[in-house]
């Protein structure tokens, strides 16, 4: 369980990366996908934030994802610049892919297949 804290610091770096993304994410991974913080886990030391992002209009999720782990050391030098006076120790970062709402999108797809079939078998 998070402690308010974890929470705070959290919540603090995720409104801070995602303006960082809207500045400088173009030059990273390009203009055309479009990427969203879903959530940020702070470890309890506040040494480390785990990023999760979702990535849309694109097929390639995972070259946008190595574009950013390419890129980790200018983003946590932008992140440090922007909250270096609310944290003591700028916390080292790790990114990944959040799939939630794919899965979810599947899941509908699959539960529409299922009706589908219900109808075609009621009125066959």
Avoid: W
Wanted: aromatic fraction near 8%; charge should be neutral.
């Amino acid at each position: 369980m998070e402690s308010i804290r974890q929470k705070q610091v959290g919540e603090l770096i995720k409104r801070n990366f995602s303006f960082i993304l809207q500045q400088e994410g173009g030059y990273i991974y390009g203009k055309e996908p479009l990427v969203t913080i879903m959530n940020v886990k702070m470890t309890p030391d506040l040494s480390e934030a785990k990023i999760y992002i979702s990535v849309y209009n694109t097929e390639h999720k995972q070259e946008v994802l190595l574009c950013l782990e390419e890129a980790n050391t200018k983003l946590r030098q932008s992140l440090g610049q922007r909250i270096k006076k609310q944290v003591r120790i700028i916390p080292t970062i790790q990114i990944f892919l959040d799939e939630t709402i794919d899965e979810m999108y599947r899941v509908d797809e699959l539960f529409l297949k299922i009706e589908k079939e219900k109808q075609k078998n009621n009125i066959a």
